[in-house]
């Protein structure tokens, strides 16, 4: 079934936060019903900056048009390698020069095996064999039905253009148009966007497993109440996606959000801080660095009724009793692994007032070498943010931003502070 994509920023500011800035980018279609993909992936791709040209087999034009693909890219699209709009009639080498990197989405088992066989007998098989393959690399996302992906001479054939050096973005799991269920669906039009900027993305944290927890917690009442916070995790999500960029592995603790899980992360969803402490304490044994932007919950009822608290006929209030909730960065902060060097704990404090004061004792308290500060009520739930970075030297306050460049900004700069015991 399809996915639906997170949430994006303004269009505008989209494109000049993006790692496809500036990328002019060939974008292939071949055979498939998965085209109607490729039409929603073209807007994505021009609204973060980059420039599309459109090159579609003639199977691809069975299933969407020219017109559209173009109207879409802003530019003529390329069927033919008789095309004589270039001057030299050799779309073939004009078009695969000019471009950063070739993608084909959706590539079709028929056009995977012509990759693997070297043939060139259209103008976009012709294009991939005539670029530049140190220069253009060639990303395919394959789409088809589940017995073609895995019939062995497909798999065969993947194998083979990868060893020849193309990269290979993997394919989605679930219904399919046939009818049929399984592998073989082209990844969503925002998770191939997602690859894309990736590829470019230097990878300052290649090899690394990153541990991320983010949203609210939910504390409950009785069973159909609770106490929580305004924490949307949009900041958190947006870390956990620029650490995958920047080559990590990354592992995201999530408390109750409604947000689509970053393509390449792992998820584990949680409600309450000590479920958040418990999956977050498990994954630690095995991290690199710990991102702590969760906004957890600092108390908890001391007991939880066990059916809804109904209003009392004389009107008195119900009388609550609350205990205090784990520390989670804390108790992760003074670990043996953390206090050893193997773990790198970056702490975040959601403060009201008086951010430098607050949270720069938060730091020493927690035992962090780095804590992110931002004021919390201006930032809940928004796409942008303005965060304060903490550490023994001092602070130093980043320009407002959304929270998708705070988030690049801020991985780059944990890569560039990881100890070289983790280095």
């Not at 994505?44 to 017109?67: D, H, N, R, W, Y």
């Not at 408390?255 to 000590?274: C, F, K």
């Not at 609550?320 to 804390?330: G, K, R, S, V």
């Not at 001092?394 to 690049?408: I, W």
């Amino acid at each position: 079934m399809t996915t639906a994509a997170p949430a994006l920023t303004d269009p505008a500011a989209l494109a000049h936060e993006s790692s496809l800035h500036g990328k002019h980018l060939l974008l292939g279609l071949t055979g498939g019903v998965a085209c109607y993909k490729a039409a929603e992936l073209c807007r994505l791709l021009i609204k973060a900056g980059a420039s599309v040209q459109v090159v579609m087999t003639e199977a691809a034009c069975e299933f969407i048009t020219p017109v559209t693909m173009q109207a879409l890219s802003g530019r003529a699209v390329y069927c033919s390698q008789w095309d004589a709009r270039q001057p030299n009639n050799m779309a073939h080498i004009n078009l695969s020069r000019e471009a950063d990197a070739m993608l084909l989405a959706p590539c079709s088992a028929d056009f995977i095996a012509r990759l693997a066989q070297g043939r060139a007998d259209e103008l976009l098989s012709l294009m991939c064999l005539a670029r530049p393959i140190e220069r253009v690399p060639l990303l395919v996302a394959p789409a088809m039905n589940r017995e073609m992906w895995l019939h062995p001479s497909t798999q065969r054939n993947l194998a083979q253009i990868a060893q020849d050096g193309a990269l290979l973005l993997g394919v989605g799991h679930g219904e399919q148009a046939c009818g049929e269920y399984g592998e073989g669906r082209m990844l969503e039009p925002w998770q191939l966007l997602q690859e894309l900027a990736a590829h470019f993305t230097p990878k300052a944290l290649a090899g690394r497993r990153v541990l991320v927890t983010a949203g609210p917690t939910f504390e409950a009442i009785d069973p159909v109440r609770g106490l929580t916070n305004r924490s949307s995790g949009k900041m958190g999500y947006a870390i956990a996606q620029a650490a995958w960029e920047a080559g990590a592995q990354v592992t995201l603790v999530s408390g109750p959000v409604a947000l689509q899980t970053p393509h390449g992360v792992s998820r584990i969803d949680v409600q309450s801080a000590r479920q958040m402490l418990d999956a977050a304490a498990a994954q630690a044994q095995t991290a690199d660095v710990f991102i702590a932007t969760a906004a957890v919950a600092d108390w908890r009822p001391a007991e939880v009724a066990e059916q809804k608290i109904k209003k009392r006929a004389d009107g008195a209030m119900p009388a609550l009793q609350f205990t205090e909730n784990p520390d989670i960065l804390a108790t992760i902060a003074r670990s043996d692994r953390a206090r050893q060097g193997l773990l790198y704990c970056v702490g975040f404090a959601a403060e009201s007032e008086d951010l430098l004061a607050y949270a720069s004792a938060k730091r020493q308290r927690k035992g962090v070498p780095l804590l992110v500060g931002n004021i919390g009520p201006n930032t809940f739930g928004q796409d942008d943010n303005t965060i304060t970075l903490f550490d023994e030297h001092g602070h130093q306050r980043l320009p407002t931003a959304s929270k998708r460049v705070l988030a690049r900004q801020l991985v780059q700069e944990i890569a560039r502070r990881l100890p070289r015991a983790i280095q």
